[in-house]
């Protein structure tokens, strides 16, 4: 079945984030970077080198902290798959940015692909209590941020231009898992992996519809790094609830 | 008593062929060919044509030399067709090293600066867009190797929406014999024509080899 990528989603989620009063994550000086690196007619590989030169010399503050959130639910759609998209948080005492990017229910239950609204994200701001919920909450680094950032805001801009890769949205929210979960451990092993590519090893895949699968992959990525897992007590309280402001903004038809 | 002919007895008419579909189906991205020319690639280089695309990169030491030196020999074959009816289009896969002056310069390297044959290159998002909608396996492991891209032959016509891909090691008759099946539908007379053309292969190599050789 194909659906259709949700530019109302998209517009409403980025509406929402807006609305928040927290600071618009600021990636002018990574876009200002690639295109240097552009112009300069540096390679792909030269750049992948300075990402992880440096990811090597990036110091961990108490003042701004770095998190990815892999979340999932099963049983919300017909054929009992359910939302699944990955998270970033980026926090300082005084803000937060918050987006989300995946497969998300809109108002009738239907899968959409694209920025996730707040109202669904929030939902897994603190830890799941339910079986048929995942939540794998990694603290990363700040270049990690803002690597993993670069993936989702292509996935981003690829919804927003109706320029997904794949007629099935399922298929495209696998890639993005993927990208998103393999480009942390680009320069070093940071989270234990799971090789999501449709081997032979890959049970996943082989066990499950393409709509399920992120949520079984995070399933599995939770298993394989609950030490890494931050649980809620490791996170600053004001991460942890929905935010005050309201949610009920209008979308654009 | 009046007859009417219920059929025509010619195929060249195609008045059921469908419109073009491509404008929905293929990215109308910015690129920049070989001469550095900026092209959009639906509206400028397939809109209405019949076009052979494969990709490749100026560093690929594996298959992109032996598949452009086969598709020298293609371009050989085609003769006149090409630039006319029928265009080569070559898209990087690597756009962060191929700018157009190193597409040139391995078009040059391997004789490939050839009427209707452009080397292409774009922005990384745009030239993933059309690798995707190109050649797409619907297998997230093979749609992330490159390598796998560099393998496979893309031919479209357009004008009647008909896609095909083939493998351009295939013998160079099979890669010819598809891109035949993707020309333009032709009149009873150009069909007998081509007919007896064959045949007359077909008769000098049964009476030089014995039996038929090529397809």
Redesign the interface.
């Given at each position: 079945m194909l659906i259709a990528p949700a530019g109302q989603g998209i517009e409403q989620g980025i509406d929402m984030m807006r609305a928040r009063s927290r600071a618009r994550v600021s990636l002018g000086g990574l876009v200002l970077l690639l295109c240097l690196g552009l112009l300069l007619g540096r390679s792909g590989m030269a750049l992948a080198a300075d990402a992880c030169e440096a990811e090597s010399q990036w110091v961990a503050t108490q003042t701004q902290r770095h998190f990815m959130v892999l979340a999932g639910r099963s049983d919300v759609f017909y054929d009992r798959s359910g939302p699944a998209f990955v998270m970033l948080i980026k926090a300082t005492a005084e803000t937060a940015d918050i987006g989300a990017i995946g497969i998300y229910a809109d108002d009738v239950k239907h899968p959409r692909f694209g920025a996730v609204p707040a109202a669904t994200y929030e939902e897994f701001l603190s830890e799941s209590r339910h079986a048929a919920e995942v939540m794998l909450r990694l603290e990363i680094s700040g270049p990690q941020y803002e690597r993993v950032l670069g993936i989702l805001q292509s996935w981003d801009r690829r919804v927003r231009e109706t320029a997904l890769l794949y007629p099935d949205i399922a298929m495209d929210n696998i890639l993005l898992v993927k990208q998103a979960t393999e480009e942390l451990n680009r320069c070093g092993t940071t989270i234990a992996a799971y090789a999501l590519d449709w081997g032979l090893e890959d049970e996943i895949s082989e066990h499950n519809s393409a709509r399920r699968i992120p949520f079984e992959y995070f399933k599995r990525l939770r298993q394989l790094n609950e030490s890494r897992h931050v649980p809620d007590a490791a996170m600053p309280g004001a991460l942890l609830t929905a935010s005050d402001v309201p949610q009920n903004l209008p979308t654009k038809e | 008593m009046n007859r009417r002919e219920l059929f025509s007895g010619s195929i060249g008419e195609c008045a059921a062929c469908p419109g073009q579909a491509g404008a929905e189906l293929i990215?109308n991205v910015a690129l920049r060919t070989h001469d550095d020319v900026p092209v959009r690639f639906y509206d400028d280089l397939v809109k209405g044509k019949q076009v052979i695309i494969n990709m490749m990169y100026a560093h690929c030491e594996g298959f992109c030399p032996m598949i452009t030196s086969r598709l020298v020999e293609i371009h050989e074959e085609l003769g006149p067709r090409m630039g006319r009816d029928v265009f080569m289009y070559s898209i990087t896969l690597?756009p962060?090293?191929d700018?157009p002056a190193a597409l040139k310069g391995f078009a040059e390297m391997h004789h490939a600066l050839l009427p209707g044959w452009k080397f292409l290159t774009g922005a990384?998002?745009d030239i993933?867009?059309l690798r995707?909608a190109l050649f797409?396996h619907?297998?997230?492991?093979l749609?992330?190797d490159l390598q796998v891209h560099a393998g496979r032959l893309r031919i479209i016509n357009d004008s009647i929406n008909r896609w095909l891909h083939v493998a351009p090691m295939a013998s160079k008759a099979t890669v010819l014999q598809h891109i035949a099946w993707a020309d333009p539908p032709k009149t009873l007379a150009q069909r007998m024509e081509d007919n007896r053309k064959q045949q007359e292969q077909i008769d000098r190599e049964v009476e030089r080899f014995g039996y038929r050789k090529v397809i």
């Open positions: - | 990215p690597k962060e090293e700018d990384a998002f993933e867009t995707f797409r619907d297998h997230i492991k749609d992330l």
